[in-house]
């Protein structure tokens, strides 16, 4: 079971709540023809009910006027609505102090680097590549150089480069490889961020061909806004990413995922690495087809030299070190407020 914001668990939070159900049973008593034994009351008794009119001054309808009952009716709901904006607030405040960020899809990587890379999966060519989509928790986008003095971007954050191909005709094979970095040269960051946009709006939130990037704090926006982008993002991102998404969703569910021991996953789009996957860190041997640990279906290779190009990147070993807790902070925050939020947004 997914965790709540800690602000959720404090008194001030839940009296709110509280009230939230008191004002609708008292919205529905004062617009239908209904006495409190005939409406659905949340299990909250009657006598509570006629204490809480009490102290707040709403008089049973009966010794009302039409007149002061539509108005009864129309300032509940403005207080409901400032309790909801309230709570927003808070619970925005909370998840802002947070290093969880930024959900990022990124449907095609192929795309994006210009090139599309069967690869090999279990010792046999991929004769279709038909899906290269990273889903990653977006931590931060770095600006780096190389021993070269050529400016890079990396996109941090704990996440995953999904795969769907074929090695057989007629047949489709899904796979996955972790990733906590993905390097790219200015050139590709800013075709990434300048794609054409899927649509026009003042909303905090990249979505457009090449990259959707949804803010989690955004979730907590207006509805209306809330209502439009959850549209645009359910119909063009995760809808035709369903298999991505729910893949990411279970590897981010598993303990043994982001361990900060198996250090850097780093999908490179450097010239001298292009379209491998770099790791700082030899991994353990699959279980199974040796060559799960040098190939895979869409990137040329799996390289285990990555801590060379890293170091000249993030020469500190101290922060390097401090990324990878932080990915792993990243997890858990998702874990406990994250998903939840993601779940109920798209359906």
């Known amino acids: 079971m997914n965790k709540k914001l800690k602000i959720e668990d404090t008194d001030d939070y839940k009296n709110a709540i509280e009230t939230k159900k008191y004002l609708r049973i008292l919205s529905n008593y004062y617009a239908s023809d209904k006495n409190f034994d005939e409406l659905e009351l949340d299990n909250i008794p009657i006598r509570e009910l006629f204490r809480f009119m009490s102290d707040n001054g709403f008089p049973k309808k009966g010794f009302v006027s039409e007149d002061d009952r539509l108005n009864f009716i129309d300032n509940i709901k403005k207080q409901i609505d400032e309790i909801d904006d309230t709570l927003k607030k808070l ?50 986008i770095l600006t780096v150089k190389d021993k070269y003095d050529t400016e890079l971007a990396i996109l941090t954050g704990p996440g ?35 794609a054409t946009p899927i649509f026009e709006s003042d909303i905090d939130a990249t979505v457009n061909e090449l990259l959707s990037i949804l803010p989690f704090n955004l979730i907590e926006e207006a509805y209306t806004k809330q209502a439009l982008l959850r549209g645009v993002m359910t119909r063009n991102i995760f809808h035709p990413n369903k298999a991505s998404v729910d893949t990411f969703m279970k590897v981010m569910n598993d303990p043994k995922s982001v361990n900060p021991k198996e250090g850097f996953k780093i999908l490179s789009a450097h010239p001298e690495y292009f379209n491998r996957l770099l790791l700082t860190e030899r991994p353990n041997e699959k279980s199974g087809d040796a060559s799960l640990n040098v190939t895979s279906a ?6 285990t030299n990555g801590q060379s190009l890293l170091d000249e990147l993030i020469p500190s070993r101290k922060e390097q070190g401090e990324l990878l807790l932080t990915f792993k902070e990243i997890k858990k ?12 947004w798209i359906g």
């Not at 869409?298 to 390289?303: F, P, R, V």
């Open 91 to 140: 619970r925005l405040a909370e998840m802002q102090e947070r290093e969880l960020n930024s959900l990022l899809i990124l449907p095609s990587w192929s795309s994006v680097i210009g090139y599309k890379t069967k690869g090999f999966y279990l010792n046999r060519p991929v004769i279709e590549l038909k899906r290269d989509t990273i889903v990653m928790l977006s931590y931060d």
């Open 160 to 194: 995953i480069l999904f795969t769907e191909f074929s090695i057989s005709p007629g047949s489709y094979t899904t796979d996955y490889r972790e990733i906590n970095m993905v390097l790219l040269p200015m050139l590709e960051l800013r075709k990434l961020l300048t």
């Open 298 to 303: 869409g990137i040329a290779s799996i390289l």
């Open 333 to 344: 925050q998702f874990n406990e407020i994250g998903r939840s939020l993601i779940q109920d």
